[in-house]
């Protein structure tokens, strides 16, 4: 999906067995929006709400139906997402079976993650591209699904501020980057996006 909206996609197989290949996408201009196909939603369903966050960032609209698998996951994950996007400013239209997303500019706001992990990765994800401060709520599920996200994240932020004083493309940095041991829910749940202007709670908070 990201290919169709003119991203560049490499991807580098794992020497180990079982894993999934890893993809390093990148942009050499701003990407577009697109109608996503239909027959590749089931094949990228988990991936939807980081999705969402790359059609905010992108030019013009994307349009996603026959999802309505989303409805069901661990949030309503169409409703939450059109909520959040709409928390920071982006134009959205919540539909039964998907969502329209218009790219803009995305500010601040307070982000209630209905205790979904993807859901909140992907809000953490937007805020580096946002242009204010993004507080997220209810982030400890994330490190059931994805323990290294927090210096995930705050290696990623480090790469755009170098490159951005630097005036330089982004490139990708190797390593191996794991957390100390000892570094557990509590955490994540403190400092999970506390680096690129991003601040966590972990209190529940519902979305009318």
Same mark, same amino acid.
């Given at each position: 999906?990201?290919?169709?909206?003119?991203?560049?996609?490499?991807? /580098?197989?794992?020497?180990?067995?079982?894993?999934?290949?890893? *993809?390093?996408? =990148?942009?050499? /201009?701003?990407?577009?929006?697109?109608?996503?196909?239909?027959?590749?939603?089931?094949?990228?369903?988990?991936?939807?709400?980081?999705?969402? %966050?790359?059609?905010?960032?992108? +030019? *013009?609209?994307?349009?996603?139906?026959?999802?309505?698998?989303?409805?069901?996951?661990?949030?309503?994950? $169409? !409703?939450?997402?059109? !909520? #959040?996007?709409?928390?920071?400013? &982006?134009?959205?239209?919540?539909?039964?079976? *998907? &969502?329209?997303?218009?790219?803009?500019?995305?500010?601040? *706001? +307070?982000?209630?993650?209905?205790?979904?992990?993807?859901? !909140?990765?992907?809000?953490?994800?937007?805020?580096?591209? !946002?242009?204010?401060?993004? /507080? %997220?709520?209810?982030?400890?599920?994330?490190?059931?699904?994805?323990?290294?996200? =927090?210096?995930?994240? =705050?290696?990623?932020?480090? &790469?755009?501020?170098?490159?951005?004083?630097?005036?330089?493309?982004?490139? =990708?940095? +190797?390593?191996?980057?794991?957390?100390?041991?000892?570094? #557990?829910?509590?955490?994540?749940?403190?400092? $999970?996006?506390?680096?690129?202007?991003?601040?966590?709670?972990?209190?529940?908070?519902?979305?009318?």
């Amino acid at each position: 999906m990201l290919a169709l909206m003119g991203a560049e996609i490499r991807v /580098e197989p794992h020497d180990q067995p079982g894993r999934n290949r890893s *993809g390093h996408p =990148r942009a050499r /201009e701003r990407a577009a929006g697109i109608r996503v196909p239909e027959h590749l939603v089931p094949l990228s369903i988990d991936e939807f709400p980081v999705f969402f %966050i790359a059609a905010a960032a992108a +030019r *013009g609209e994307t349009l996603v139906t026959g999802a309505s698998e989303l409805r069901v996951k661990e949030s309503d994950r $169409l !409703a939450v997402m059109a !909520a #959040g996007l709409g928390q920071l400013g &982006i134009e959205c239209e919540l539909l039964a079976d *998907g &969502i329209r997303i218009q790219g803009g500019a995305m500010g601040g *706001g +307070r982000i209630d993650s209905h205790g979904d992990h993807r859901i !909140a990765m992907a809000f953490a994800v937007a805020s580096l591209a !946002a242009r204010d401060t993004i /507080e %997220i709520d209810d982030v400890a599920n994330v490190a059931t699904s994805f323990r290294d996200f =927090r210096h995930w994240l =705050r290696l990623r932020a480090w &790469i755009l501020r170098r490159a951005h004083e630097r005036g330089a493309p982004v490139e =990708r940095a +190797r390593g191996d980057h794991r957390w100390p041991s000892g570094s #557990g829910k509590g955490t994540v749940s403190r400092s $999970l996006a506390g680096r690129c202007g991003c601040i966590c709670s972990t209190a529940v908070r519902s979305i009318a």
